[in-house]
């Protein structure tokens, strides 16, 4: 049976950017939702008018509860496949079709962005912080673990599923991957920085590796 595959995108405040993502990711996939996070822009129609279904949070709950509830509603219209992708064009959606042959032989594939010397120094020391911290605590073998660009079968949700509702939820992902053992594909990826000020810095690594330690000792 041919899959079905639904792009997840948390968007806030993205109304520059997100016609263009979907416009590009729409040629890959067969649905695509936006999650308007609280955004006080045109988000909201711009993705409307793009043609993508939007789900909306009336004020800013954070990446991973919008991600939630965009994986949650494809899940229930039937989708096999869920492509996440930002929505603020650092990801190049003509990269999709690599996932989902990924996707083959695996259980979830991770994006990990190549030639990463654009990226700001303080967002590489915090990254490398938890990449160490993910493969000392679950055996997960990656090297850019904050990377959004992910997909995985549906049928896997309820085991990767996360509680965080901020950007730490793409750890918990990688946390639940470990615990449970699932099979990983590593895709790598194009490096595009549309905004040098977002990104995990050293005090955002600190608090998800003392995140990812919790998770390792409370959860089974």
């Not at 073998?141 to 997909?151: E, K, L, M, S, V």
């Not at 990688?174 to 790598?188: D, E, H, M, S």
Request: proline residues 2%.
């Amino acid at each position: 049976m041919k899959d079905s595959i639904w792009a997840v995108i948390a968007a806030k405040n993205e109304g520059k950017n997100v016609t263009s993502v979907i416009k590009k990711a729409s040629k890959y996939v067969d649905n695509i939702i936006v999650v308007d996070d609280g955004s006080t822009d045109n988000t909201k129609v711009a993705s409307k008018r793009s043609g993508a279904i939007v789900l909306s949070h009336i004020v800013n709950l954070g990446k991973g509860a919008a991600i939630k509830t965009g994986c949650e509603y494809a899940i229930g219209k039937g989708a096999t496949i869920i492509v996440l992708v930002d929505g603020d064009g650092q990801h190049e959606p003509k990269e999709i079709p690599r996932f989902i042959e990924a996707l083959r032989n695996s259980q979830v594939a991770l994006g990990v962005r190549t030639k990463r010397g654009s990226m700001p120094t303080v967002l590489k020391f915090g990254n490398s912080f938890i990449n160490n911290a993910a493969r000392a605590l679950y055996g997960i073998n990656i090297d850019d673990t904050q990377c959004g660009f992910r997909a995985f079968r549906a049928d896997v949700y309820n085991s990767i599923v996360w509680r965080s509702s901020d950007y730490s939820m793409e750890s918990e992902m990688i946390a639940n991957i470990g615990k449970k053992r699932l099979k990983y594909a590593i895709v790598p990826i194009s490096t595009i920085y549309a905004d040098k000020y977002k990104g995990t810095t050293v005090i955002d690594g600190i608090k998800i590796v003392f995140n990812m330690v919790w998770w390792r000792i409370s959860r089974f």
